[in-house]
């Protein structure tokens, strides 16, 4: 056991599988809650367009086209209306019942008629081209989630029938934007729901078997017995927090902003070198987080998790070179003064503080004013007992001893030292009674 906790190899294999364990739960929670939240979605499916998600959006974007045509005020006097509709996923060309056309197709010398634009939509090239039409009440389309036996009572497509209207569509590049983010998204999760609870369970046991070896094997090392620490290690824990809290903030904002560059126009290589970016983003992210939680583990199991505080620090530093006015040699005049000042300026923030906030402070003035009067009463009682002890020894009264409990500070000392001169002059008289 010893040995693995030592072993390098064992480590840096235990770090680097930590992400992507990570990763995998992350992907397979993301695919039981999915389909969870989206029930009429067959699992396995791993292509966007055959979801019913892709049929909802597709068909909701046509919805929308002819919707906004029916409600054109007739007064167009172009025959082909172009850039009158708006969608960045989908071509759409609509022509009402009076002929007129309406697409989002951009004019040129290839379309710039009604039969070259609707050639257009049917036999794009160099893509995989997708496309659903409806005319003379029948529809065309590649799509088997568009078909007329999947859609027949939609109140979209209803609505779309009753409009009198010619429709040609197709997807403009499953390779581009939002289409490209969908097909990535069901590619990574359509196979992996069946079992994806399986995956999480072990993936998450296998995580806490890594972070536990973890924890372990910190600060152990072959050839050092016991605990080392490194450099890193002797840096105050304070600025240890700080400094990496502000490379988590620079990494993770370099994060998001990559993440927003994403777009409904972005090509596939664009997205895809985002997604490769924001990964090695996360392993920095990653690799900071473990050096943060090494070396607060590693201190944590060295003893040294206070020590290395800048707080210890300072209350040490202070402690050593700062007068204790309690228990130091020096003036009492001096100790006095600094007392008296120290009960001043507390009673001035009180006051001043029972005048704004009243009640509250008050009750801690009158309790401060009680804590001074008890002390002042302590004080002349010690006192008392040191001037009777004097007084004992003057009148020969040598053998009794002054007790030292409920003395404190120079009183205590000053009894301790009466009570030595007591019993040396005890000493001095038996030796004279005895010569």
């Not at 209306?81 to 759409?92: D, E, G, M, R, T």
């Not at 996360?282 to 707080?311: E, M, P, Q, S």
């Not at 030292?417 to 004279?432: F, M, P, Q, V």
Request: charged share 20%.
């Amino acid at each position: 056991m010893e040995k693995i906790l030592k072993s390098k190899i064992a480590k840096m294999i235990v770090y680097a599988i930590i992400p992507f364990i990570v990763i995998n739960i992350f992907i397979n929670t993301f695919a039981i809650l999915y389909y969870a939240d989206n029930e009429d979605e067959t699992p396995g499916i791993t292509e966007y367009v055959k979801t019913n998600e892709f049929k909802e959006n597709y068909l909701t974007a046509i919805f929308s086209a002819v919707n906004r045509v029916s409600n054109t005020n007739n007064n167009e006097t172009n025959e082909i209306n172009y850039n009158n509709l708006k969608n960045s996923q989908i071509y759409i060309l609509i022509i009402d019942k009076d002929g007129k056309a309406y697409t989002n197709i951009e004019k040129t010398t290839k379309t710039d008629s009604l039969e070259e634009l609707e050639q257009y939509i049917r036999n794009r090239p160099n893509v995989k081209n997708y496309i659903w039409i409806y005319e003379n009440n029948e529809i065309l389309t590649n799509i088997p989630k568009l078909e007329y036996e999947e859609i027949a009572y939609e109140s979209k497509f209803e609505y779309i029938q009753n409009q009198d209207v010619k429709v040609y569509t197709s997807v403009k590049d499953l390779n581009t934007g939002e289409m490209y983010i969908y097909n990535l998204m069901y590619k990574t999760i359509g196979n992996k729901v069946q079992f994806a609870p399986f995956n999480v369970i072990i993936s998450t046991l296998l995580f806490i078997a890594c972070i536990v070896y973890i924890i372990l094997s910190i600060g152990h090392k072959n050839g050092y017995e016991g605990i080392y620490t490194n450099k890193i290690d002797k840096i105050s824990l304070e600025i240890i927090i700080i400094v990496f809290s502000i490379l988590l903030l620079i990494e993770s904002t370099i994060g998001i902003y990559l993440l927003k560059w994403i777009n409904i126009q972005s090509t596939k290589e664009v997205v895809d070198s985002i997604i490769m970016y924001d990964f090695f983003v996360g392993v920095i992210i990653y690799t900071t987080l473990a050096i943060l939680g090494v070396t607060i583990i590693r201190r944590w199991k060295a003893k040294v998790f206070l020590k290395n505080t800048l707080i210890y620090k300072i209350t040490k530093y202070i402690k050593t070179n700062t007068i204790d006015m309690w228990t130091m040699d020096i003036n009492s005049n001096v100790k006095l003064t600094i007392k008296y000042i120290g009960f001043i300026v507390i009673q001035m923030i009180l006051l001043i503080m029972s005048y704004i906030k009243q009640f509250f402070f008050f009750i801690l003035l009158i309790l401060w004013w009680y804590y001074i009067l008890r002390e002042i009463l302590q004080k002349n009682n010690e006192f008392g007992k040191i001037r009777n002890k004097i007084n004992q020894m003057y009148n020969g009264e040598v053998d009794k001893k002054l007790d030292e409990e409920g003395l404190t500070n120079e009183f205590k000392q000053i009894a301790v030292e009466l009570n030595d001169i007591s019993g040396r002059i005890i000493k001095c008289n038996r030796r004279s009674n005895e010569k």
